[in-house]
T-cell receptor, first 112, second 113 residues
Framework: AQSVTQLDSHVSVSEGTPVLLRCNYS??????LFWYVQHPNKGLQLLLK??????LVKGINGFEAEFKKSETSFHLTKPSAHMSDAAEYFC??????????FGDGTTLTVKP | DAGVIQSPRHEVTEMGQEVTLRCKPI?????LFWYRQTMMRGLELLIY????????DSGMPEDRFSAKMPNASFSTLKIQPSEPRDSAVYFC???????????FGPGTRLTVT
C-alpha cells in the first residue's frame, strides 16, 4: 500500500520570498514521486518527477524537489515566489503498475 | 501533440438523465485514468485502463457509473441515472505504461440539477 500526506492544506507567501510545500509519502518499494500544479479551472500539469535517478529534481518554472528516503519526504521548493505561482499543488506517489495516489493538495497563495 | 482531449467541457443535465463523458488520450499512451474532483472529496481515481483493459475500478462509486475503452484512442465514462451528488469536474489522464507521469485533459464540469 502507498500513501501521501501533504502537511499543509494552505500556504501563503509574499511575492519574491521562498516557497516550501511539504510532502511525506509511504511506500513498500522504491516509489516514483511527482508534483503537479493546478491553476483555477484548469487541468493538472506535471511540475517535476523523481524516478530513482538524482535525488534533487528540477522542474518547470523554477521549482525543484528533493527526495529524502530516510525522511520519506519529497518537499517542493522555489527560491522566489511569483504571483503566477498561486495555484493548488499535488504530491503524487506511483507504484510499479503505474497506479498513482494523490495527496489532498496544498493551496498556495502569493501576496503582492 | 494536441494533448488529452475531453468532451464536452461543460455538461448540465437533470437528475435521472444519462450522461456520457468522452476522452481521447495522447497518441501512443497505453494507460488511461478517470478522476473526479470535488471540493468535499478532492481528487479521486475512479478507474484506470492498461492497454484498453480495466485494471482497477475500485474507485467507481456505484453501479450507476461505467467506463469503457473500446480502442487505444477513445474512452467513455457513463453515469446512468445521474444524481445531483455526481456534480463534479471529471478529468481524464493518459500515460505511457512504465513512465508513470500522467498527462491530464482540461476536464468536464458536470452539473446535475
Amino acid at each position: 500500500a502507498q500513501s501521501v500526506t501533504q502537511l499543509d492544506s494552505h500556504v501563503s507567501v509574499s511575492e519574491g520570498t521562498p516557497v516550501l510545500l511539504r510532502c511525506n509519502y509511504s511506500s513498500s518499494y522504491s516509489p516514483s514521486l511527482f508534483w503537479y500544479v493546478q491553476h483555477p479551472n484548469k487541468g493538472l500539469q506535471l511540475l517535476l518527477k523523481y524516478t530513482s535517478a538524482a535525488t534533487l529534481v528540477k522542474g518547470i518554472n523554477g521549482f525543484e524537489a528533493e527526495f529524502k528516503k530516510s525522511e520519506t519526504s519529497f518537499h517542493l521548493t522555489k527560491p522566489s515566489a511569483h504571483m503566477s505561482d498561486a495555484a493548488e499543488y499535488f504530491c503524487v506517489v506511483s507504484d510499479d503498475a503505474g497506479k498513482s495516489t494523490f495527496g489532498d493538495g496544498t493551496t498556495l497563495t502569493v501576496k503582492p | 501533440d494536441a494533448g488529452v482531449i475531453q468532451s464536452p467541457r461543460h455538461e448540465v443535465t437533470e437528475m435521472g438523465q444519462e450522461v456520457t463523458l468522452r476522452c481521447k488520450p495522447i497518441s501512443g499512451h497505453n494507460s488511461l485514468f478517470w478522476y473526479r474532483q470535488t471540493m468535499m472529496r478532492g481528487l479521486e481515481l475512479l478507474i484506470y485502463f492498461n492497454n484498453n483493459v480495466p485494471i482497477d475500478d475500485s474507485g467507481m462509486p456505484e453501479d450507476r457509473f461505467s467506463a469503457k475503452m473500446p480502442n487505444a484512442s477513445f474512452s467513455t465514462l457513463k453515469i446512468q441515472p445521474s444524481e445531483p451528488r455526481d456534480s463534479a469536474v471529471y478529468f481524464c489522464a493518459s500515460s505511457l505504461k512504465g513512465v508513470y507521469e500522467q498527462y491530464f485533459g482540461p476536464g468536464t464540469r458536470l452539473t446535475v440539477t
